[in-house]
């Protein structure tokens, strides 16, 4: 790709009013067309082929442009996934993903901060600390990168580099852009924000909307464990999470899914699967089941297959609804909680 734009001038990150504004005195459905073209991922103003010259030039001549990121590095693993390292406008680093099922479904997995504050010790991006907030156009630019790349992809998770809920304001109005009909139209039973736990978030959300759906990353249901491997947990212990969430759901009527990326010899015996069954009980939830995905400088262990295999059957005995996350994206470090890059 060509030169970036800067990112607080990248259409990328606007809504079709917003583009709207920027051209006052043209027609008022000019705003929309732009967006239309806009959100399919183009590169050049010359693509806007129904757009009067004279309003590409305004539009150049005070500085917008199209994408303000640009592909650094692809890796693709042998299971299909796809990794991309974006660098952004200022230099900075991040990760997305792109995850294939076996029907071909494609999964956009990406990020909405570089680095992350959360601390979670299970995960590589915890390690880098926050490096900043990704602007509403670096979060939509992801999508398109990877779709002008790898073709169209169906689903979205806000599951890569930050805790989306961190970052509001920026993921609410890059998931209005993803949903607009006349854009990309990414339904929002389609869109999954993960968050490892953020309560007053969730009840924003529950308000505010966009009522996508949730997934809250758990990986304990003691507090005392949970808060040793998630920080999060000492602001928002289990019972006001679990309340957040129960919020949501009476709002939404959606299900949530718990992650629980499982530790080996940490939260996967029998008594972490009753507690985890009792924590859930009576909610409309699913247990997303993550087998921890190593990290070069993280002092976990994986859990042996059999591990796996037997907490499975625990939370099914008990009633759970359970599926299982497989490890796709180790090869190229592009698994669950293995995002990381060097920023300076
Ligand atoms: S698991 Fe999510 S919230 Fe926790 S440190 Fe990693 S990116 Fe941040």
Same mark, same amino acid.
């Given at each position: 790709?060509?030169?970036?734009?800067?990112?607080?001038?990248?259409?990328?990150?606007?809504?079709?009013?917003?583009?709207?504004?920027?051209?006052?005195?043209?027609?008022?459905?000019?705003?929309?067309?732009?967006?239309?073209?806009?959100?399919?991922?183009?590169?050049?103003?010359?693509?806007?082929?129904?757009?009067?010259?004279?309003?590409?030039?305004?539009?150049?001549?005070?500085?917008?442009?199209?994408?303000?990121?640009?592909?650094?590095?692809?890796?693709?693993?042998?299971?299909?996934?796809?990794?991309?390292?974006?660098?952004?406008?200022?230099?900075?680093?991040?990760?997305?993903?792109?995850?294939?099922?076996?029907?071909?479904?494609?999964?956009?997995?990406?990020?909405?901060?570089?680095?992350?504050?959360?601390?979670?010790?299970?995960?590589?991006?915890? #390690?880098?600390?926050?490096?900043?907030?990704?602007?509403?156009?670096?979060?939509?630019?992801?999508?398109?990168?990877?779709?002008?790349?790898?073709?169209?992809?169906?689903?979205?998770?806000?599951?890569?580099?930050?805790?989306?809920?961190?970052?509001?304001?920026?993921?609410?109005?890059?998931?209005?852009?993803?949903?607009?009909?006349?854009?990309?139209?990414?339904?929002?039973?389609?869109? #999954?924000?993960?968050?490892?736990?953020?309560?007053?978030?969730?009840?924003?959300?529950?308000?505010?909307?966009?009522?996508?759906?949730?997934?809250?990353?758990?990986?304990?249901?003691?507090?005392?464990?949970?808060?040793?491997?998630?920080?999060?947990?000492?602001?928002?212990?289990?019972?006001?999470?679990?309340?957040?969430?129960?919020?949501?759901?009476?709002?939404?009527?959606?299900?949530?899914?718990?992650?629980?990326?499982?530790?080996?010899?940490?939260?996967?015996?029998?008594?972490?699967?009753?507690?985890?069954?009792?924590?859930?009980?009576?909610?409309?939830?699913?247990?997303?089941?993550?087998?921890?995905?190593?990290?070069?400088?993280?002092?976990?262990?994986?859990?042996?297959?059999?591990?796996?295999?037997?907490?499975?059957?625990?939370?099914?005995?008990?009633?759970?609804?359970?599926?299982?996350?497989?490890?796709?994206?180790?090869?190229?470090?592009?698994?669950?909680?293995?995002?990381?890059?060097?920023?300076?």
């Amino acid at each position: 790709m060509s030169k970036t734009t800067d990112t607080n001038k990248s259409l990328y990150g606007l809504s079709p009013q917003e583009i709207a504004s920027l051209i006052p005195h043209a027609k008022a459905f000019r705003g929309q067309q732009i967006f239309d073209w806009v959100q399919k991922g183009i590169e050049s103003f010359d693509q806007m082929v129904n757009i009067p010259k004279n309003l590409k030039d305004v539009l150049e001549f005070e500085g917008w442009g199209l994408f303000s990121s640009s592909i650094l590095e692809e890796q693709i693993d042998e299971d299909g996934t796809a990794k991309l390292a974006i660098r952004l406008h200022d230099g900075k680093v991040l990760e997305c993903v792109l995850l294939t099922d076996d029907k071909g479904r494609k999964t956009a997995c990406i990020s909405s901060q570089v680095g992350c504050a959360m601390g979670c010790t299970f995960c590589r991006t915890g #390690t880098m600390g926050l490096i900043r907030n990704l602007k509403t156009a670096e979060i939509v630019e992801q999508f398109h990168l990877l779709q002008n790349r790898f073709g169209n992809i169906s689903h979205i998770v806000y599951m890569g580099m930050g805790e989306p809920l961190a970052n509001f304001k920026a993921v609410q109005a890059s998931i209005e852009i993803l949903h607009n009909p006349r854009g990309v139209n990414m339904g929002l039973r389609k869109i #999954t924000i993960s968050t490892c736990g953020i309560a007053d978030g969730i009840r924003k959300l529950a308000v505010e909307g966009p009522h996508v759906k949730l997934a809250i990353s758990l990986v304990a249901s003691d507090n005392e464990l949970r808060s040793s491997v998630m920080p999060i947990n000492n602001a928002y212990p289990l019972e006001e999470l679990k309340s957040a969430v129960k919020d949501y759901q009476e709002q939404t009527g959606r299900r949530v899914t718990f992650e629980y990326v499982l530790l080996g010899g940490v939260n996967d015996s029998r008594r972490d699967a009753n507690r985890l069954s009792d924590y859930i009980r009576h909610m409309n939830a699913i247990v997303n089941i993550i087998p921890w995905n190593p990290g070069a400088e993280l002092d976990f262990k994986a859990p042996s297959g059999e591990d796996v295999r037997k907490f499975t059957e625990y939370l099914t005995q008990n009633g759970v609804l359970v599926t299982r996350r497989y490890r796709r994206g180790r090869g190229v470090n592009g698994a669950c909680g293995q995002l990381a890059t060097k920023n300076k």
